[in-house]
Structure formats: C-alpha cells, structure tokens
C-alpha cells in the first residue's frame, strides 16, 4: 500500500515539473527574443491577424481601404497567420517588393505607395520605427496588393471597357501569385505566366528610350521649307540631322556625320519605314521627318500606355496552337501556327466613324464566293443616293433585292472578295477578302464600315484548311471561284484577336510605332497617370 501511494507522489510530482518546465520555457523564450532583438518584443513576431485587426488598420490608414478585401482574402487563405515576418523579424522577400514598388518607373507606370513614408521606417535602419508589429504586417501586406494590382492587373475592368476594349482580361489571384512569389523571388523581374510576352520587349525599349533622352541625343531635325523631298545622292545638312537620329533609334549601326545622303543612309531609311509603317522606299518627306521631330518623352508615354495594355491580356491567349491577332494602328494581320508565323498581311480596318471594335472570338466556318448581304445603315447613306443617280445601278453592281434587302452576288465585284472568315460577334464584322488589291499598298488603310479587308484572304484561307483533307486545294479554288456560295465549316475553331498598340516589339527586338488612329492613347494615358495615391 505505502508503494501504491508513494508511486501516485511521484507521478503527480512529475507532473507539477512538466508544467513548471512549459512556464518557464515561454518566459524564458520571450526573454531571449526580446535581448536578441531589441527592436521588436518577441511576441511581436509571431503576430496572429484577425479581421478586427485588419478592419482596425484600414481605419487608421484610410488611403488604403481600396486594398481591405483583397488583404482580408490573403490571411484568410493562411488561416489568419503572418506572411512578411517571422522568427528573424522582416522576411528577405520584402526587401525585393519594397525595392521593385521603389523602382515602378521601371515598369512604364507613375504610381506612388499612399503611405510610403511609414513603410520607408520598416526598411531604413537609420531611422527610429515606432510601427507596431501588426502595423508592419498589414502595411506590407497592402503595399503588395497595391505592386500586384499595378504592375500585373492594371487599371479596373470597368475603366477597361468604357474606353472600348473587350478582349478577355486574366483572372488574377494575388494570393496564388504571392505564393509563386515566395517560392521563386526571380518572378518579381519577369513572370510570364502572369505577365504577355510583349510587356517585356516593351519594358526592354522603354529603358533605352529613357537613356537616350537622359543622354541627350534626340536632336531636332531642321528642315529647309524650299525642299519638299530629300532623295539619294542629295547632300544637306539635314541629311546630317537625319542620319544621327537613325544612328540613335538603331536604324543605323553608327553615325558617319556624314551630310550626303548614300547607300549606308538608304538602308537606315528603309529601316525606319518598314518599322513604323510607311512604304519601302528612299523617298524622305516632311512627314518623315515630322515623325522623327516628336519629342521623346512622347514615344516614351507611348511605350508606357502600351506596357498598360498588355497587363490587361491573359497571357494564354498567344498559347494557342494556331491563332490570328489583327492590330489595328499597324494594318497588319498575322495567323500564328505552333508559335511560327505561317502568313502576314496588310489590311483595311473601320475608319474613325466605323471603328472596328477590340475583342476575341473563334472563327467557326468560312464563306466562299460569298453574298454580301450590306448592312441596312450602308443602303441608307450609300446605295439609295447611288440608285437615285443611277437607276442601273443594282444591275450594274451585281445587286438584287432579297427578303427586302439588298445584297450583292458573288463574283468579281463583290466587295467581299472570294472568301469571308465568320466568327461570333455583337457588331456583326468578320474578316473577308477584297477585289480592290492596289488600296493595300496605300500607307493609311482605315477606310472600312468596321468589317477587316484581309489582302491575303485567299492564302489565309489555304493556310487554315491546309490540314483538312476534305478541303484538298483544287476543292477549295473551285468553290471560290464557283459563283456559288459555299460553306465550310472547320473541324476546329481558330481564335481570332483584334487588338489596338500603337507600338510593338518584333521578336528580333526591333520597335515600331503606329499612328493612333482612334484617338486612343491620350484616353488612356489620362486615367494611368491620374493620380491615385490621395
């Protein structure tokens, strides 16, 4: 019996020392952080945050309540726990944020933190931190919202759509991306899973254009008003002017200072019109140099408002096995197959009462030796003032009256050319051959009703069925020049994209600049640069 009690004594007394040892254990844990790290109490590091909290923080930091319920979204998917401190203090991949949200020149934008000053303290050793733990925690977690929103979204959908774009926008989980942040901090420099490729080529031209006007090298070209033309073999000290300026944009690979213009300055001229859309020739007008006289700073908001663009498109969208992307200011088509460009082509698109509107669809089936079947606005303004001139003209035209409208049979003059590309669409455009071929070389080729005249429709259309052994090219011929309308329907949806940047970056890293034809750039360059930090 004095056994059974003595063993009850010892256990019990075993467990009024684990209990004691645990106590003491969590002082002497906190006593240890608070002398290894004086700044901080150790408590501090292991901060739990709770929506109390963080409704707390946004009342005391006003200016960055936009950001609340994307904050409240991050610790909610970490059970509420610390993301930016740990057992040491501030995580290292702070550092890299707070170094990039210093540096967002960088990325084409104007932006400024709200509070920039109190998460300056976090980082600035020299300076006194009175920032309490969950101060430091929240800030930084809003100063990554604020970077993510900026650089990987761009401004809101609804913003996006009132100035007429409807291409699908990404998807962004900021707290995905934070994850892939944390696990590879390489991200923060490039990511294109997040980000379109063309951001980057963009981001790349925007620093050296930044040098070039920090260095001062954008000179202006001064034109004699008697010369309305410079041609080869000339010499002027404009010629002088020209050939610096095509040495500084890398249309030439040095400047020989040379004022007669020879076949090394022929070269840098075909450089720069084939780069910024004019046709390929020697020729230099007042025009040309006009282009070349608009200050840097412009192309450099240009470069800026394009960047803004691309963080609006989900980088999938070039994924595709096979693709068409139209952009607008350059008249250009290009259908992608397994990442090569299998054709490119000049086209017309909507003039600036017609604007052809910016989206993606899916081509679904082509229309050879097509009816065109014209829209109801171009019978009223066009065709009735024409047939009261004229009461052949339907005859004349190839036009009938069918179901009471008007359509034009296929054939030679049908305005739809030999073939049309259909794909879903509110506006009702599609894209679709053209009989006029010459009016493709012009160098201004916005003078559709919204539809795209592809100069290449033809060899489009052989590219996409090139695969398709039930469209054999004999078969295909035949129906286009049948004068029958004829239907094919593709075994597999082709998406089409029809964008609108007034500059691209090639693949070989060469930029080019378009003319911006609807007026667009100035719209958007007025809601990115507004000032949003108040």
């Given at each position: 019996?004095?056994?059974?009690?003595?063993?009850?004594?010892?256990?019990?007394?075993?467990?009024?020392?684990?209990?004691?040892?645990?106590?003491?254990?969590?002082?002497?844990t906190?006593?240890?952080?608070?002398?290894?790290?004086?700044?901080?109490?150790?408590?501090?590091?292991?901060?739990k945050?709770d929506?109390?909290?963080?409704?707390r923080?946004?009342?005391?930091?006003?200016?960055?309540?936009?950001?609340?319920?994307?904050?409240?979204?991050?610790?909610?998917?970490?059970?509420?726990?610390?993301?930016?401190?740990?057992?040491?203090?501030?995580?290292?991949?702070?550092?890299?944020?707070?170094?990039?949200?210093?540096?967002?020149?960088?990325?084409?934008?104007?932006?400024r933190?709200?509070?920039?000053e109190?998460?300056?303290l976090?980082?600035?050793?020299?300076t006194?931190?009175?920032?309490?733990?969950?101060?430091?925690?929240?800030?930084?977690?809003?100063?990554?919202?604020?970077?993510?929103?900026?650089?990987?979204?761009?401004?809101?959908?609804?913003?996006?759509?009132?100035?007429?774009?409807?291409?699908?926008?990404?998807?962004?989980?900021?707290?995905?991306l934070?994850?892939?942040?944390?696990?590879?901090?390489?991200l923060?420099?490039?990511?294109?899973?997040?980000?379109?490729?063309?951001?980057?080529?963009?981001?790349?031209?925007?620093k050296?254009?930044?040098?070039?006007?920090?260095?001062?090298d954008?000179?202006?070209?001064?034109?004699?008003?008697?010369?309305?033309?410079?041609?080869?073999?000339?010499?002027?000290?404009?010629?002088?002017?020209?050939?610096?300026?095509?040495?500084?944009?890398?249309?030439?690979?040095?400047?020989?200072?040379?004022n007669?213009?020879?076949?090394?300055?022929?070269?840098?001229?075909?450089?720069?019109?084939?780069?910024?859309?004019?046709?390929?020739?020697?020729?230099i007008?007042?025009?040309?140099?006009?282009?070349?006289?608009?200050?840097?700073?412009?192309?450099?908001?240009?470069?800026?408002?394009?960047?803004?663009?691309?963080?609006?498109?989900?980088?999938?969208?070039?994924?595709?096995?096979?693709?068409?992307?139209?952009?607008?200011?350059?008249?250009?088509?290009i259908?992608?197959?397994?990442?090569?460009?299998?054709?490119?082509?000049?086209?017309?698109?909507?003039?600036?009462?017609?604007?052809?509107?910016?989206?993606?669809?899916?081509?679904?089936?082509?229309?050879?030796?097509?009816?065109?079947n014209?829209?109801?606005?171009?019978?009223?303004?066009?065709?009735?003032?024409?047939m009261?001139?004229d009461?052949?003209?339907?005859?004349?035209?190839?036009?009938?009256?069918?179901?009471?409208?008007?359509?034009?049979?296929?054939?030679?003059?049908?305005?739809?050319?030999?073939?049309?590309?259909m794909?879903?669409?509110?506006s009702?455009?599609?894209?679709?051959?053209?009989?006029?071929?010459?009016?493709?070389?012009?160098?201004?080729?916005?003078?559709?009703?919204?539809?795209?005249?592809?100069?290449?429709?033809?060899?489009?259309?052989?590219?996409?069925?090139?695969?398709?052994?039930?469209?054999?090219?004999?078969?295909?011929?035949k129906?286009?020049?049948?004068?029958?309308?004829?239907t094919?329907?593709?075994?597999?949806?082709?998406?089409?994209?029809?964008?609108?940047?007034?500059?691209?970056?090639?693949?070989?890293?060469?930029?080019?600049?378009?003319?911006?034809i609807?007026?667009?750039d100035?719209r958007?360059?007025?809601?990115?640069?507004?000032?949003?930090?108040?």
């Amino acid at each position: 019996m004095k056994n059974v009690v003595l063993s009850i004594a010892l256990l019990l007394f075993s467990f009024s020392l684990v209990y004691a040892y645990h106590t003491n254990a969590k002082k002497i844990t906190n006593t240890y952080f608070a002398q290894t790290f004086p700044k901080y109490k150790a408590e501090r590091y292991f901060v739990k945050i709770d929506s109390s909290i963080i409704s707390r923080f946004f009342k005391t930091y006003p200016n960055l309540k936009k950001y609340k319920s994307d904050v409240q979204i991050l610790y909610k998917k970490r059970d509420y726990n610390s993301i930016w401190l740990d057992g040491k203090g501030v995580i290292e991949f702070s550092n890299l944020l707070y170094s990039k949200v210093n540096q967002l020149e960088e990325e084409g934008l104007l932006s400024r933190f709200a509070y920039k000053e109190r998460t300056d303290l976090i980082f600035n050793k020299k300076t006194p931190n009175n920032l309490t733990t969950t101060e430091t925690e929240l800030l930084l977690s809003a100063m990554y919202i604020f970077y993510a929103k900026k650089v990987y979204k761009g401004i809101d959908i609804e913003k996006i759509r009132e100035i007429g774009w409807f291409l699908p926008t990404k998807n962004l989980s900021y707290e995905t991306l934070l994850d892939s942040l944390l696990a590879d901090p390489e991200l923060l420099d490039k990511n294109e899973k997040q980000l379109f490729s063309q951001y980057y080529k963009l981001r790349t031209v925007l620093k050296k254009y930044r040098q070039i006007e920090q260095n001062g090298d954008w000179n202006l070209i001064v034109r004699d008003s008697s010369i309305l033309e410079y041609k080869p073999g000339d010499d002027s000290r404009t010629i002088g002017q020209i050939r610096q300026r095509l040495a500084v944009t890398g249309d030439l690979e040095q400047d020989s200072k040379s004022n007669l213009y020879d076949e090394d300055l022929m070269t840098g001229i075909l450089n720069f019109k084939k780069r910024n859309g004019y046709k390929p020739d020697y020729i230099i007008t007042s025009s040309h140099i006009q282009r070349m006289n608009i200050p840097i700073e412009n192309y450099i908001k240009t470069i800026m408002v394009n960047m803004e663009r691309c963080r609006w498109i989900a980088p999938e969208l070039t994924k595709a096995e096979e693709y068409i992307i139209i952009n607008i200011p350059s008249f250009k088509l290009i259908y992608k197959r397994n990442g090569i460009t299998e054709l490119e082509s000049n086209v017309f698109v909507g003039g600036t009462m017609n604007e052809t509107v910016i989206f993606s669809s899916n081509i679904s089936h082509l229309i050879f030796s097509p009816y065109w079947n014209i829209p109801t606005s171009i019978v009223q303004s066009e065709i009735k003032t024409a047939m009261d001139r004229d009461k052949n003209y339907l005859a004349d035209n190839d036009m009938e009256y069918n179901k009471g409208r008007v359509r034009q049979k296929p054939g030679p003059k049908n305005l739809l050319g030999k073939v049309k590309f259909m794909f879903p669409s509110a506006s009702d455009i599609y894209l679709h051959d053209s009989p006029a071929k010459s009016l493709f070389d012009s160098e201004y080729r916005a003078y559709s009703h919204g539809c795209i005249n592809v100069n290449k429709a033809q060899e489009l259309a052989y590219l996409i069925l090139k695969n398709d052994k039930d469209w054999p090219a004999d078969r295909i011929k035949k129906a286009m020049d049948g004068g029958k309308e004829t239907t094919c329907i593709l075994k597999k949806k082709i998406p089409v994209h029809i964008g609108y940047f007034t500059t691209w970056v090639n693949d070989s890293g060469e930029v080019s600049f378009f003319n911006d034809i609807y007026q667009r750039d100035d719209r958007l360059a007025e809601l990115l640069f507004s000032d949003d930090t108040k």
